[in-house]
């Protein structure tokens, strides 16, 4: 089967850094999306990732490696806004996306 | 107007009622989607519209019915739903660059169902 795994919830403090990991196991990969989803909000597009290696876009930054089946989020400097649901999403060998369950991130001040 | 809107937000309803869920995209998208988003599980693709042709129904029950009139517009029609199927449903719009799904999704804020 296909299958999505990332951590259930993590906690971090205002201002540090935070990686939220996510490993695959899918039928094929055609690209790796993060998503970001604030309590009660529709889920929004943070990165997409085809190639290994990483993606910088300000504070977040994506990681990945193919042939280990993994990527991470990295957030940095972080805030209190921050605060929120991260979706893993791959695309698999018939272009559908698998999703992980999410990792709830909640940051204490 | 916002990218995907949902109406309601927020919807009640007996196992013996018919309700429908409306999205509404204003991004010119030609693809359209209806997730079911329960707690700490993943996203759940229930239908894929593309040009107003359904092109994907995951085994989803009949008491799910949806209907794409327009490239715009896509409505979950629902009936006789049991309480299991509580959850958050999500609408969401995609330009495919060339294959299916694999653009970005806008997603619209959900409508959160409660069968009672």
């Known amino acids: 089967g296909q299958n999505i795994d990332q951590p259930t919830e993590m906690t971090a403090t205002e201002g540090a850094i935070v990686q939220i990991n996510c490993t695959y196991q899918t039928s094929g990969f055609n690209g790796l999306f993060w998503y970001q989803q604030h309590a009660g909000e529709a889920p929004t597009f943070l990165s997409y990732n085809v190639l290994d290696g990483l993606e910088e876009k300000g504070r977040f930054s994506s990681f990945l490696s193919r042939s280990k089946g993994y990527s991470y989020l990295l957030l940095k400097e972080l805030q209190m806004k921050d605060s929120a649901s991260y979706l893993c999403a791959v695309v698999d060998s018939n272009y559908q996306l698998i999703w992980g369950a999410g990792t709830k991130l909640i940051i204490k001040p | 107007e916002t990218g995907v809107t949902q109406t309601p937000r927020h919807l009640v309803m007996g196992m013996t009622n018919k309700k429908s869920l409306k999205c509404e995209q204003h991004l010119g998208h030609n693809a359209m989607y209806w997730y079911k988003q329960s707690a700490k599980k993943p996203l759940e693709l229930m239908f894929v519209?593309?040009?107003?042709?359904?092109?994907e129904n995951n085994s989803v029950p009949s008491r799910f019915s949806p209907e794409c009139p327009n490239s715009s517009h896509l409505f979950l029609h629902l009936h006789t739903l049991q309480p299991e199927d509580s959850a958050l449903y999500l609408c969401?719009?995609?330009?495919?660059?060339?294959?299916?799904?694999?653009?970005?999704?806008?997603f619209g804020e959900g409508s959160r169902l409660t069968v009672l």
């Open positions: 519209y593309s040009l107003e042709e359904r092109v």
């Open positions: 969401a719009s995609s330009q495919p660059t060339g294959d299916l799904n694999t653009g970005e999704l806008f």
